[in-house]
């Protein structure tokens, strides 16, 4: 989703505008430490975005990507009902590996609730990551974002896992075996042969998630 009007720190700065930060702060919920990190940059927490968004009467949509009216009044109706989504600054790799460094969101996107509710997606245990490297093509393209539902720690079907060995997180498919081995699976099975993962060393493998929906920009 791209920012049309700078990024989110600019919106609240307008948003803003004039008055002081201690009566805005108050006016929104927030405390003034945490208000003044959010004008310096530091992105706010999804149901701070919203309770923003409400307060000053403003499009949740605007407010998080810039995109679309500002005022919920211009479009009456037409809006849906969004839920906000942290985006982390982690990868998933498909391919070699890649290390989750930092797990502090740096964006947030918006879905719609009636759509996560039908896919039995909790907002609060999902989170959207960055897919890097081609082991999953065509399905996945490096630099597509995943939405990761972390709520499943187990192997339920022939779906697309986020799993994390020691500190790396692996991107792929996953086939458990009667004698509790497990078998990892890249789409692109030319480059990326299927690996084996024996009973023992399955111990050390932690389902992070299963991906529920990717996008990607073209």
């Known amino acids: ?47 701070t975005a919203a309770r923003i968004a409400k307060a000053e009467g403003v499009r949740l949509e605007w407010l998080v990507s810039g995109e679309g009216p500002k005022g919920s009044q211009e479009s009456p109706g037409l809006a849906p009902d969004l839920t906000l989504i942290p985006r982390l600054d982690v990868e998933a790799a498909a391919g070699t590996g890649s290390l989750a460094v930092n797990e502090e969101p740096v964006a947030l996107l918006a879905f719609d609730t009636e759509w996560l509710r039908r896919r ?9 990551l960055t ?35 020691g500190g790396l997180l692996l991107l792929k498919r996953i086939h458990v ?7 990892l699976i890249s789409d692109n099975k030319e480059v990326y042969p299927p690996e ?19 996008g990607r920009s073209i």
């Open 1 to 47: 989703m791209a920012a049309a009007g700078g990024n989110i720190a600019d919106r609240i700065r307008e948003l803003v505008g004039e008055r002081s930060v201690n009566s805005v702060a108050a006016k929104w919920g927030l405390s003034v430490t945490s208000l003044a990190q959010n004008l310096k940059g530091s992105m706010p927490r999804a149901d």
């Open 120 to 128: 039995g997606i909790n907002p609060k245990n999902a989170h959207v």
């Open 131 to 165: 897919a890097r490297g081609d082991s999953m093509e065509p399905t996945i393209r490096s630099g597509d974002i995943l939405l990761v539902d972390t709520s499943i720690d187990r192997i339920e079907d022939a779906g697309i896992y986020i799993v994390r060995v």
């Open 177 to 183: 075996k009667m004698n509790r081995s497990l078998t």
């Open 196 to 214: 084996e993962i024996s009973a023992d060393e399955a111990v050390d493998l932690y389902v992070a998630g299963r991906v529920m929906w990717f």
